[in-house]
């Protein structure tokens, strides 16, 4: 899972009445050295909104902490985010950001922003792989993000949480 000349990200989002208070938490996992959480809010959003923006962050910190011509791994437990980004989104683009039913794509600024990331990332080399991670379950990165995002939504704040070592990071996930 985390690998060394890699970068290995976990997100969540949360909102507290979809629409509601959001929260939205990026895991950013560098090279097994070095981990950044991230917490974000949203007074009024949606669920999706937050999962996205929750991958949205954690690449644009990954683009900066990253050499070209290597990995991201990317865990999600939104299968509205990772079929969007690996199926729906290429129909979207063809048919001007439009669903097959014709009507405007939801939170269509949020997915053309994770599509210019992710092909800024592919013009760098860095190839991307997308994992779903059920939520809720015994994954404790996953849960982690979690945490994050459902407090983010609570306490309104937004913020780096942890950048630092990632042995003592994870020895304190135990």
């Known amino acids: 899972m985390f690998q060394k000349n890699n970068i290995t990200i976990y997100t969540d989002g949360s909102s507290r009445g979809n629409p509601g208070p959001g929260g939205f938490a990026s895991i950013v996992v560098i090279n097994n050295e070095r981990v ?59 048919n001007n950001w439009r669903t097959a039913a014709k009507k405007e794509v939801l939170n269509q600024e949020l997915w053309q922003e994770l599509d210019s990331l992710v092909e800024t990332v592919s013009r760098r080399d860095i190839k991307i792989d997308w994992h779903y ?17 459902t ?23 135990e």
């Open 36 to 94: 950044i959480e991230l917490g974000g809010h949203d007074a009024h959003t949606t669920n999706n909104k937050m999962e996205l923006k929750g991958v949205i962050e954690g690449l644009k910190v990954s683009l900066n902490n990253i050499d070209d011509d290597k990995h991201i791994q990317v865990y999600s437990d939104s299968k509205y985010v990772l079929t969007g980004i690996t199926s729906w989104i290429h129909n979207w683009k063809k």
């Open 133 to 149: 991670v059920k939520g809720h379950a015994d994954n404790p990165y996953n849960n982690r993000a979690d945490i994050i995002a």
């Open 151 to 173: 407090t983010s939504a609570d306490t309104g704040v937004t913020k780096v949480l942890y950048d630092g070592d990632f042995k003592t990071w994870h020895s304190n996930l």
